[in-house]
């Protein structure tokens, strides 16, 4: 029904939730091939334009449980994968996030139907001790995910405001409040992390890029400096992006 009636008026469909997981939510990749097909039947019949993303895989089981759904015959059913990437602490680099993509990118694209990856949950979050991750380790942490992934055609999701009233946790932007006991108020303006201006930043530069390619850069560490190449719109002007992973 929700097809039928909506299914011009939405931008894609998300199916389930954590089929690859352990909980109640967990499906056995030979059930989950059936679902897939079923509601394929009915996107194809009513919005075979828009998408068809399998919801929150998870990083750990993300490739053996897409290896057995390509056993059930159920790839060309669906449109991409959404996968929850939770970085911890460490950076971009060290998580070695573009490396696990592109391993994600060839088992999914065995076929001529190019299938999308939809990146959740990438973000880092602000630590009160001062030796863990700050604001600005943050902005950087998420300006690098976002340059090393664009090479691969993927722009994860970006976490907007979270439910801190400081610097702390996940998210671009935190509102402050006012405390007078027993009395609290939460000021309704929005204040920026550096995240904030930093994704700014990067979004507006990715923006007039083309052909950004990522290229191996020598060093005492392999891996620890990355390097970027591509060309600036309208003109065509070389540019690189370099940056070591300290």
Not at 20 to 41: C, E, N, R, W, Y
Not at 119 to 148: C, H, M, P, Y
Request: aromatic share 8%; glycine share 8%.
């Amino acid at each position: 029904g929700l097809m039928r009636t909506a299914g011009r008026d939405v931008s894609g469909w998300i199916l389930w939730n954590t089929p690859d997981g352990q909980s109640s939510l967990g499906v056995a990749p030979d059930s989950f091939a059936t679902m897939i097909a079923l509601t394929d039947k009915w996107r194809r019949r009513y919005c075979p334009d828009t998408p068809l993303i399998l919801g929150g895989l998870s990083r750990d089981t993300a490739l053996p449980y897409l290896a057995d759904l390509v056993k059930e015959g159920a790839l060309t059913n669906f449109s991409g994968v959404n996968l929850r990437l939770d970085a911890g602490v460490i950076s971009p680099e060290d998580s070695r996030i573009p490396e696990f993509v592109g391993e994600l990118q060839m088992a999914l694209n065995t076929t001529n139907d190019k299938k999308k990856i939809l990146i959740t949950d990438l973000d880092w979050a602000v630590e009160k001790q001062s030796s863990g991750v700050n604001a600005f380790d943050q902005a950087a942490f998420l300006s690098r995910a976002a340059l090393l992934l664009s090479p691969l055609g993927v722009n994860p999701t970006l976490v907007l405001q979270n439910d801190e009233t400081s610097r702390l946790g996940f998210g671009l932007l935190y509102k402050k409040s006012l405390s007078a006991p027993p009395l609290t108020q939460v000021l309704p303006t929005f204040h920026f992390k550096p995240a904030w201006w930093g994704m700014v930043r990067v979004k507006q530069f990715l923006h007039q890029m083309q052909d950004l390619t990522a290229i191996t850069v020598q060093d005492v560490v392999p891996g620890k400096t990355r390097c970027l190449l591509g060309k600036q719109m309208p003109d065509g002007t070389p540019v690189a992006v370099i940056w070591r992973n300290n």
